[in-house]
């Protein structure tokens, strides 16, 4: 597909096409079991919105959590946005407890903004900006790989048994 472009991370595989509105859906490598995608995406003032969604099946498994952030480490660091946006139904506690964990701050309510299953819903906005989002995940994207890393072979003299074999 022509202005197609794919980002692989792990399991994840990152598609970038269409227009500047509609930029990115993600997938595994192996089956499609979710998306997230960006949306309202303003490139001069440097912010985007973006949504997540997961097949019933994948949920509370931290897929989400995965995708998001690759999603965030994409249009923060190699399309230098500036802040993200989410607008979550005040009653989906599992989505905002997602967006808490990932470090947005909830900014405001929009008081029965969404009408849906016969009723009105409040729409809580949350933002993250991007200087916030690398110290919170540059931290522990460093914990994870000294975790994944093995420790470097140092030869150590013991003080019982003199120089180690093979040096001089």
Request: proline content about 4%; charged content about 25%; overall charge positive.
């Amino acid at each position: 597909m022509p202005g197609t472009r794919r980002v692989s991370a792990g399991r994840w595989r990152l598609h970038i096409h269409g227009t500047a509105r509609r930029r990115q859906g993600l997938c595994s490598i192996c089956e499609p079991f979710g998306a997230v995608g960006s949306h309202h995406v303003d490139p001069r003032a440097g912010w985007f919105e973006y949504g997540v969604t997961m097949g019933a099946g994948y949920r509370r498994k931290g897929y989400a959590s995965e995708a998001v952030v690759m999603l965030l480490r994409f249009m923060f660091d190699e399309r230098h946005f500036h802040k993200c946006g989410a607008r979550i139904l005040a009653d989906n506690e599992a989505s905002l407890s997602l967006q808490r964990r990932l470090g947005f701050i909830e900014e405001g309510r929009l008081r029965d903004q969404v009408f849906s299953a016969g009723r009105h819903h409040d729409v809580v906005m949350m933002g993250l900006l991007a200087d916030e989002f690398a110290q919170l995940h540059l931290r522990a994207n460093e914990l994870s790989l000294r975790a994944l890393m093995p420790l470097p072979a140092v030869r150590q003299r013991r003080l019982d048994t003199g120089p180690v074999p093979g040096r001089t």
